[in-house]
């Protein structure tokens, strides 16, 4: 496991597949192993995560009395889908996936899951890899320092709703800016759906 920060990238040569990668040191694409030095964001994505992942913190900090938050978990991201481990005073742990959404995005008012990282060359997204306890994902405002609206969905719950078909996606989103990504879309407004919320005082609807 790494502590550095990660950006996200996309490979220049293939365009094949877009991960995580430490920042300020060489990347090297999964698929074709092409190596190069990527630039260091500036005012961009990795910023904007950067801030809201303290949003999200104060957030879980107001859910559970927490003892650690680990970031940057290396092969957990990668192959689990998990951006974030809470400990809690027990030493219990709870893990997260995170999606934080710029203001625009809230007129879709879905729960988005990637579907495929690249439906070209068949590359699975995080929908096959969902191992986190909840998914945080939440709708950043205008000035980009707090949340208008989050959720903190189920997983597991979620699961097996989707399982036995109780849940069903709104529809495929065949292309996510800036990425070939496809993803599974589910309106916040279906029942279904809104089973798997974290029910809890502090939670926002
Ligand atoms: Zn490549």
Redesign the pocket.
């Known amino acids: 496991m790494t502590n550095k920060p990660t950006m996200r990238v996309t ?1 220049p ?5 877009s991960f995580k990668t430490p920042v300020g040191e060489r990347a090297q ?1 999964p ?4 190596i190069w030095l990527p630039d260091i964001p500036f005012n961009n994505d990795w910023i904007f995560n950067q801030n809201m992942q303290g949003c999200a913190d104060s957030i879980y900090k107001g859910l559970w009395v927490l003892q650690g938050i680990e970031r940057n978990l290396g092969a957990l991201d990668k192959e689990r889908s998990i951006d974030v481990k809470l400990t809690l005073e027990s030493g219990l742990t709870i893990d997260i996936q995170e999606k934080f959404r710029r203001a625009h995005y809230k007129e879709y008012w879905q729960f988005t899951v990637e579907y495929k990282n690249n439906p070209i060359t068949n590359e699975p997204g995080e929908f096959y890899k969902l191992a986190a306890n909840y998914y945080f994902y939440g709708y950043v405002n205008k000035k980009e320092d707090s949340f208008t609206d989050w959720w903190l969905i189920d997983l597991n719950v979620f699961k097996n709703l989707y399982a036995d078909g109780t849940i069903l996606h709104n529809y495929i989103l065949q292309n996510e800016k800036r990425s070939n990504a496809s993803a599974l879309c589910f309106n916040f407004k279906n029942p279904e759906l809104q089973r798997c919320f974290l029910r809890h005082p502090a939670l926002k609807k």
Do not use: T
């Open positions: 490979c040569r293939c365009k094949g597949i694409c698929l074709c192993k092409y």
